[in-house]
């Protein structure tokens, strides 16, 4: 079965600063992956979502993922981050008939 | 934008309660999903339906049932709440499954279960 890992529960990073958010995953074939956000006191959203092609994956708000088959891994990455994105972000693998979620990593600001 | 909405938002019921979670789609998705979150599980699937009277088992199906009466409605039911049932659901829905079909989730349901 597919699995996800998301090693970090928790960064902190100082506005402006860039950012990398850890993924790594387990999938027996070519997987599909996906990065989810959720912000404070909602459901989550679709940041970026990867299939077979170039490796490097864009997504809103200036946010940017690569996989690595080599190395099993969709890190999620961000240039310069804004308060706004303060939020919970999960990683996620398609499996044959469901999605499974990573555990999260909670993003805290530092102004 | 998909739009899925929850009710109710907030819920305490006692050990041994009875409590069912509402989750109404209106974009026509052929897919409904039940999750609840916790602090160190992240998401987990409970129960997954592909249409109306269908009805999947998730990943931690136990002590839960679900019920699709229409396209439009998903119903979580806990017919034995017990503390361990704690947590935040979230209902989410897609038109179809593949990875051109984008997850969209409702706002979550709060359940405290005393």
């Known amino acids: 079965a597919q699995s996800v890992t998301q090693p970090d529960a928790r960064v902190t990073v100082s506005e402006g600063a860039s950012l990398q958010l850890r993924c790594k995953y387990s999938?027996?074939?070519?997987?599909?992956l996906f990065w989810y956000v959720q912000y404070p006191r909602q459901g989550l959203q679709l940041l970026l979502k990867?299939?077979?092609?170039?490796?490097v994956v864009q997504g809103v708000n200036g946010f940017e993922a690569e996989f690595s088959k080599s190395n099993s891994s969709f890190h999620l990455r961000k240039a310069s981050v804004h308060w706004s994105d303060w939020a919970v972000y999960f990683c996620a693998v398609e499996g044959a008939d469901r999605l499974t979620f990573g555990k999260g990593t909670q993003l805290i600001i530092q102004p | 934008e998909a739009a899925v909405t929850q009710s109710p938002r907030n819920k305490v019921t006692v050990t041994g309660g009875n409590v069912t979670l509402s989750c109404r789609q209106t974009n026509s998705h052929n897919y409904m999903y039940w999750y609840r979150q916790d602090t160190g599980h992240g998401l987990r699937l409970i129960h997954y339906s592909y249409g109306a009277g269908n009805l999947q088992i998730g990943d931690v199906p136990d002590g839960y049932k679900a019920t699709r009466t229409t396209q439009e409605d998903f119903f979580l039911l806990l017919e034995l709440a017990s503390p361990s049932q704690t947590s935040l659901y979230f209902c989410?829905?897609?038109?179809?499954?593949?990875?051109?079909?984008?997850?969209?989730f409702g706002a979550g349901t709060r359940l405290s279960v005393l």
């Open positions: 990867y299939y077979p092609g170039d490796p």
């Open positions: 999938y027996f074939g070519t997987p599909y």
């Open positions: 989410a829905s897609s038109r179809d499954w593949g990875c051109q079909n984008t997850l969209y």
